[in-house]
Structures are given as C-alpha cells and as structure tokens.
T-cell receptor
Framework: EDQVTQSPEALRLQEGESSSLNCSYT??????LFWYRQDPGKGPEFLFT???AGEEKEKERLKATLTKKESFLHITAPKPEDSATYLC???????????FGRGTSLIVHP | NAGVTQTPKFRVLKTGQSMTLLCAQD?????MYWYRQDPGMGLRLIHY???????AKGEVPDGYNVSRLKKQNFLLGLESAAPSQTSVYFC????????????FGPGTRLTVL
C-alpha cells in the first residue's frame, strides 16, 4: 500500500525566510510525484510533476526536488501570497488511484 | 476556457435524501475523477473514468455511484445520504491518465444532517 507523509503539518514563516516542505513516500514503482497548492475554499492547483530521482523543477520562488524516498518543496524568500496548503501525491505501479498526503499549511507573515 | 466546473457549490441534505453532483470540463480530457476531502485527511479518490461510457471504483466508492454519458460530464450520485458523507467533493480531469496533470474544480461543500 502506498503511503505519503508530509511534514511539517503547519509552518509559519516571516516574509523572506526561506524554508522547505517535506514529502516522504513509500510506493512500489513510482510513476510520478505531484505537488499542488490549495488556497482556502478552492480546489488544488497543479505545481509540479517529478518522475525520477534527481529530477528538479522550478517555478518562481518554488523548487521541487526528488530522491528515492522523499521530495522537498523549497520556498525561497517567500511572500505572503505564498500562504496556502501544499499537497503532495504519488502515482505508482499500474494503479489509477493516486495517494495524497495530508498537506502542509504554510503561512507567511509580512 | 472555463476549465473544470462543479455544480452546486454548497448543499445541505437530510439523512436518506439523494442528490447528484455535476462536473463539467471543456478541455477535451479523457480522464475524470471524483475525490472527497475531509479535515486531517488527504484527498481520497471515490470513482474515476478513463473515457466516455466507462467508470471504475477508487479508494472509497461505497455509498456513491457515477456516470459518464458524455465525455465532458462526470456525475456523482448519492442515493441515500449519510452524515459520514459530509465532506468537500472535488472533481478533476486529466488528458492522459494518472501520471498526467490533474486539473481540479472549485469543489462542492456537502453537509448531511
């Protein structure tokens, strides 16, 4: 059974204070690892897909990295508008059922 | 493009009542999904469809039924609502399967009394 654990559950940062969110996973045959951003009262919004260990992707202040056991979402010099819940999900083997983590709630104070 | 839309946005039901949630996408996507999101838990897949006329069970299918009569629409039905079905329901679609980007709708907040 696939498992996804995100840490920390909640993170408070000051504007400009860089940090990282963690997504640890246990799967049999990773097909893809996904990062989404979810604002309160809205649906998840796609950020990145990573397919193999060593892969990295960047978008503005966000950078996602992947190893064989975990993924990190690095946030460089965050701004208040980066405040949201960040979700990690994995797809594995021949399953059509992605497994989502519980998310990390990020608050960036001005 | 409107992307993925969901109807209704909010609904309150009494135990035993039935209802249908509608999901529509205008991106010509083959794959569509219904999830539920509960506090303290990750998104869980209820049912999904790999194309018009097809449906399959996800992780938590009990108490729900779905239909995909048209490629752009995916309906989620609750035949006899229970309080345990109080949740936020999200529809998503993707072009090429579960390893492809999923685009989510805005959600339907359902309360069952």
């Amino acid at each position: 059974e696939d498992q996804v654990t995100q840490s920390p559950e909640a993170l408070r940062l000051q504007e400009g204070e860089s940090s990282s969110l963690n997504c640890s996973y246990t799967v049999s045959g990773l097909r893809g690892l996904f990062w989404y951003r979810q604002d309160p009262g809205k649906g998840p919004e796609f950020l990145f897909t990573l397919y193999s260990a060593g892969e990295e992707k960047e978008k503005e202040r966000l950078k996602a990295t992947l190893t064989k056991k975990e993924s990190f979402l690095h946030i460089t010099a965050p701004k208040p508008e980066d405040s949201a819940t960040y979700l990690c999900a994995v797809s594995s083997g021949g399953s059509y059922i992605p497994t989502f983590g519980r998310g990390t709630s990020l608050i960036v104070h001005p | 493009n409107a992307g993925v839309t969901q109807t209704p946005k909010f609904r309150v039901l009494k135990t035993g009542q039935s209802m249908t949630l509608l999901c529509a996408q205008d991106m010509n996507h083959e794959y569509m999904y219904w999830y539920r999101q509960d506090p303290g838990m990750g998104l869980r897949l209820i049912h999904y469809s790999v194309g018009e006329g097809t449906t399959a069970k996800g992780e938590v299918p009990d108490g729900y039924n779905v239909s995909r009569l048209k490629k752009q629409n995916f309906l989620l039905g609750l035949e006899s609502a229970a309080p345990s079905q109080t949740s936020v329901y999200f529809c998503a679609s993707s072009y090429a399967g579960p390893t492809d980007t999923q685009y989510f709708g805005p959600g339907t907040r359902l309360t069952v009394l």
